[in-house]
């Protein structure tokens, strides 16, 4: 079995902020990690591997920097890793990333053969969109499994796969065809540390390198060209502010009063679904 | 084609269990104001079985127009064939801006949607506008964890998407005198988009606990409480109010909750709609999980405690007098 993961590297997000000048975000000094759903979805493969057989290719696109996320995931035993980097796909949105990744599968699929499944984490946490999975599912017209937690079973001669998915009220279980794609939740697994033959092999083993012209990319749907967002403008959300502060007899029938008026707190204590299913 | 030739605002109307999402009203009520600040005019699309009965709702909510695709094929949902569905109807009406409620459903619907019309979509916004030069959609979005607010703009091609975060827009009131129009789109069902099959839903409601990054309501536990008697009020309180038991740090050291109940820096970010912080003082490892919780009502002796700089509202005092308090007013209240 050939799986693809598709991994963003990220800025840890606690530590971003705003240049207030330049209207920017300060990215000097904030450390890159891998984008913490893309280990769960790393993790889920080695597994699956592990069981079924095959390998794992896991696939980024970004700046040559990205390399570096790319040798963590083999260190954690992915088989290769592939870095697609090109000036040409500076500024683009889920639209163009999506084309990207989808081109980017039919070339591995070239080198490395068929790819029965791709897992992507959920959603970056830079971005949070959760788009890119679903755009690369519809581009390369096979079904799109998101907030998959658990992998029952795959049925490699029959190409089926069971899985347990996460919705708004509970918990789905589906059957697809391969090739799939499927989008994970962050504590659906713990990622494994890398072992010390993995960071060996991660620093010895080549990653490859590729770019728009060698993944065959129309120069019109990556990047800035192929994106039809744009950010008008960023700016830091106001602080939160602490309500009344209630003191003595009164202090629990006052906070009721305050909190008896708040739709929020009006639609779980009356609402039909409630809080929870223990009433 | 040129970008004038597409119109109106159009916003997805979900349905499940044979219910109308509230977000879709939501959205009906926003599309009115945008729709109203472009002169144009605001449309519906239901896809379903049997769904038809809820048009007249869409438009007592604001809707002129609502596009029906209703047959036994669309039962349930599946990737495939709702957004081959969505797409046919865009792609007949030429809605100016296409709006979608960014629940599970409508996110995993609306990449799909994006992808195959090729149109610019913005995740998750908490504001929209029209810019008054260009007339485009302004949709404003947390990014970065919610550190940084985006604003978002389609610099080229038709429609612009966004997916909306629930509860964010004011539900109109609705009026049940407004007239509008039905259409009913046949997409017929393609056998060989039929790929994936559901096998079983297994509803929350049958379950003993659930994640807390699902729960409504989450009862937190801290220093101040973690201890067994603490323990026992906080689920005392969780069973008056139908929530879910988690905590700061101290309360997995003494063993009263597990660590994937453990909210935090280290632990678990939750967005709950009710967040009881009960004897936490809210140190910045624990704010960071749960500042963004729609209802913060904290409780705690120390009144300088960081926690009440975040909560709606703040109780000083001790636990032990508060929370018997507490559920007993929400008895009197609830009539439970």
Known sequence: MHIAVLIKQVPDTQEVKIDPEKNTIVRAGVESIVNPFDLNATEMALQLVEKYGGDVSVLTMGPPQAESALRECMAMGATRGVLITDRNFAAADTLATSYTLAKTIERLEKDFGKVDLIICGKQAVDGDTAQTGPGVATRLGCDQITYATEVDDINLSQKTIKIKRRLAKGVQIIQAQLPALLTVEKDINEPRYASLRGIVRAIREPVIEWNAATINADPEQIGFK??????????????????PKLEGQDAVKQALDVVFENIYFKEVIFGEEGGACKL | MSDSDWKDVLVFIEVSDD?????????????????????????????????????????????????????????????????????????????????????????????????????GLTADCTGLDIDDKTL???????????????????????????????????????DLSRSGKVIKEHVSVDPKDLTVKILQFISDDCRDQIEIEHAKVLIAGGRGCASPAGMEKLKELAKTIGGEICGSRPMVENGLIPSNRQVGQTGKTVVPRVYFAVGISGAIQHLVGMQNSNVIIAINTDPNAPIFKVATVSIVGSWQNAIPKIIEEIKKRTGR
């Not at chain 2, 039962?75 to 957004?83: A, E, G, I, R």
């Not at chain 2, 302004?138 to 978002?152: E, H, Q, W």
């Not at chain 2, 080229?156 to 909306?164: A, L, Y």
């Open chain 2, 19 to 119: 219910k109308v999402q509230e977000v879709g009203f939501e959205l009906l009520g926003e599309a009115r104001k945008l729709a109203t600040k472009l002169g144009q005019n605001v449309s519906a699309i239901i896809i379903g079985y049997d769904v038809e009965k809820f048009a007249k709702d869409c438009i007592s909510n604001g809707a002129d127009t609502v596009y029906i695709v209703d047959d036994p094929g669309y039962k349930d949902y599946l990737t495939k064939t709702y957004s081959k569905a969505f797409v046919q109807v865009v792609e007949k009406f030429k809605p100016d801006i296409v709006l979608i409620g960014a629940t599970p459903l409508g996110r995993d619907l609306s990449g799909a949607v994006a992808t195959v019309l090729k149109a």
């Open chain 1, 226 to 243: 192929g994106s039809p967002t744009w950010v008008k403008r960023i700016f830091t959300p106001p602080p939160r502010e602490g309500g």
């Open chain 2, 136 to 174: 485009k959609l302004l949709s404003t979005r947390p990014t970065f964890g919610g550190n940084i607010m985006a604003t978002i703009y389609c610099q080229k091609g038709k429609p612009q998407m966004s997916t909306v975060r629930p509860k964010v827009m004011k539900m109109p009131d609705p």
